[in-house]
């Protein structure tokens, strides 16, 4: 049955198309209240997005919703959670991590260089990691890597900070490597 | 081998006494800014804490660790990944939940009564959860009740919202099954 996927952020619509699952994406208007409305809630009680159905059952929060269709399709499509407990534990540490620093986008220009100058901290820890592996948890590419990629791009294109990955050999490298996945190609393009 | 613990939240506690994992833990003076040290830096590159050591093995963000911990030790102590994979989704997904509204414990009246406001929504949202599971992902504790375990007890404790479970029946009882638990008061009393 094709999971039917509620105003999905785009990590979990990369997930879903490296295991191969077929989905059915499902706009709510947030503007018009939609996620506030009876039907909306009885999915997620507490009107957020991203939610998905898979049959019966429901679930939401996104990292939730990837780890539970990496485990469910284990062996269909690319295999995204580790290859032991050690780098099962990394990729849940990679995802947590995941570099915060510039989701606000600050208006003010104090605001932006103090954000900037996290990032570049940040980056060097991801640069001194992925010089000892070709991807986050370990040499194969995960939920890590893949939860990654829509704020890296957006970093890349919107914020124009390519730079800060280029001028990183390993980081540019896992960014060449991870955005030039097919799965990425198909979702960037929805 | 004793797991090392670096200056870590009970909840992380909490999972190792449930598996029975022996642990040292270390204390890491912030104050004085240890965090920042060589030494630190090289175990947790951001600086942040907890940490764990599993031997070589270095591990770290909360969620990451209790995850490993309980996957490692699978068939030892309580038993906290849930029965099925939709379990183990609901776990993660209850565990991303996890009721913050009150985290930021703000200063002004407004502020207070607009935490609160947000707060008395998100438990009834885990009363009616709760109304039809005993736990927030099944009929078993997981690593999603032990996570909202030293929250709940601030709140009931140093916010002095005791009230706001023991009005909901089902989160009572939750409540009550939770912080009655050996784990608890071991390390509720470290």
Sequence with gaps: ???KVYASPKHV????VEKSIEFETVQVDLLKGKNRSTEFLKLQPFGELPVVQDGDFTLFESRAII???AEKYKHQGTELLGKNIEERGLIVQWIEVIFHPLLGLPQNEKAIAESEAKLIKVLDV???RLSRSRYLAGEEFSLADLSHIP?????VTKVGKEQLIRERKHVSAWWDAI???PSWRKVSQL
């Design 1 to 3: 049955m094709a999971a």
């Design 13 to 16: 619509l990369i997930c879903l």
């Design 67 to 69: 780890r539970y269709y």
């Design 126 to 128: 991801y640069e001194e």
């Design 151 to 155: 704020f890296t791009h957006l970093l």
């Design 179 to 181: 955005s030039s996945r």
